[in-house]
């Protein structure tokens, strides 16, 4: 069966610090992934999606970014971060890529950046 | 645009009392229809779906009805438990070029008292 994984699970960072989040899928190939947003009291906001290795696509200019140096990898990054970008991260994959495509959740990532 | 419209919450329920959670989508072609749950601090998990008019998703004891004709996907339980306390998010996919992007409503937040 598949299985996603994200780390760490929680976050303290001082503004202006650097931002690593990682995520994986196991037992599948190929998966679409993509990285959401919670902020506090609010909705998902859809980040990055990719398709394939090195394939990003943004949702949301801001000052976070993304990479997918392997098949099954995902990472969300930034140089600086902003108070703004507190909140729960949630990585998510899909198989297809019609409109009937389910998308499967980690268990996030809570920053707090203070 | 795409969007996704839910009764604004908090929703408070007595254990065994009915639930409905409305729901109304704007798209362009005819998405498919996603709820999912979020218990707290964790991540999001599929509820149910359904990918055409008139389709009924239901699991657990949730129901819900893709009703082209209101453009809505209101979630309902005939006996809600302390158990089923969580946010609960409605979200389309409007296939085409999106790679199956996903577009979330706001979440309402259901407590159930014992």
């Known amino acids: 069966s598949q299985t996603i994984h994200q780390w760490p699970a929680t976050l303290v960072q001082p503004v202006g610090s650097p931002l690593s989040l990682e995520c994986t899928v196991e037992?599948?190939?190929?998966?679409?992934l993509y990285w959401y947003r919670q902020a506090a009291g609010r909705g998902l906001q859809l980040l990055f999606y990719s398709v394939g290795i090195g394939q990003i696509s943004s949702e949301v200019p801001q000052n976070l970014s993304a990479s997918r140096p392997q098949d099954r990898q995902f990472i969300l990054s930034s140089k600086k971060l902003l108070l703004s970008d507190s909140g729960f991260y949630l990585c998510?994959?899909?198989?297809?890529?019609?409109?009937?495509?389910?998308?499967?959740f980690g268990p996030g990532t809570r920053l707090t950046v203070l | 645009g795409d969007s996704v419209t839910q009764m604004e919450g908090p929703v408070t329920l007595s254990e065994e009392a009915f639930l409905t959670i409305n729901c109304t989508y704007t798209?362009?072609?005819?998405?498919?229809l996603f709820w999912y749950v979020q218990y707290p601090g964790e991540g999001l998990q599929l509820l149910l779906k359904a990918t055409k008019a008139d389709d009924k998703g239901s699991n657990k004891g949730f129901e819900a009805t893709y009703r082209k004709e209101t453009t809505s996907f209101h979630l309902e339980k005939g006996s809600v438990q302390v158990s089923d306390s969580a946010v609960y998010f409605c979200a389309l996919n409007a296939g085409g070029t999106s790679y199956g992007k996903l577009t979330f409503g706001q979440g309402t937040i259901l407590t159930v008292h014992p």
């Open positions: 798209a362009t072609g005819y998405p498919s």
């Open positions: 998510a994959w899909s198989v297809e890529r019609t409109y009937t495509d389910t998308q499967y």
């Open positions: 037992g599948t190939s190929n998966p679409n």
